[in-house]
């Protein structure tokens, strides 16, 4: 494993705002390009992604498990988001106002909106209409 690749590679945290979603999603990708499934190693390079403050909150998390076994992505972007108070309100709110950025293709646009939606809790979701959408043109 080329592991300076591999850090070359990693998103940091700090580039996503609070938009966890996205970040999980290309850490996930990241993962899966560089063949790195278990939890163990995850959280080894997770925690390079992130902030002191959020990295304690991470290890916090793993002090729940046993020696051997570790929280997964999904228990680890609800503790961040947690700590960094996003709620499922906030999330929706953001997608009833995101606008398509100046240089940005729509088919891009598109994929970030359906990701947003997508992992809105369907409560929330059906707050979202099509004059939402059509609206962030």
Known sequence: ???????KELP?????????????EDFEEVMELW???????????????VNQDISIEIKTLKEKYNKNNYPTLKEIQYAIEKYLNITQ??????????????????????VTYRRLLKNLESDF???VTIEDYINSY
Request: positive net charge; aromatic residues 14%; contains cysteine.
């Open 89 to 110: 309100s906030e999330k929706c709110w953001t997608l009833k106002t995101i606008k398509v950025p100046n240089d940005t293709k729509i088919s891009i646009f598109n």
């Open 125 to 127: 979701r059906k707050l």
């Open 35 to 49: 063949e790195i499934y278990t939890l163990k190693q995850q959280y080894f390079w997770i925690i390079k992604c």
């Open 12 to 24: 940091l945290l700090v580039n996503y705002g609070r938009d966890i979603d996205g970040w999980i």
């Open 1 to 7: 494993m080329n592991v300076q690749g591999l850090i």
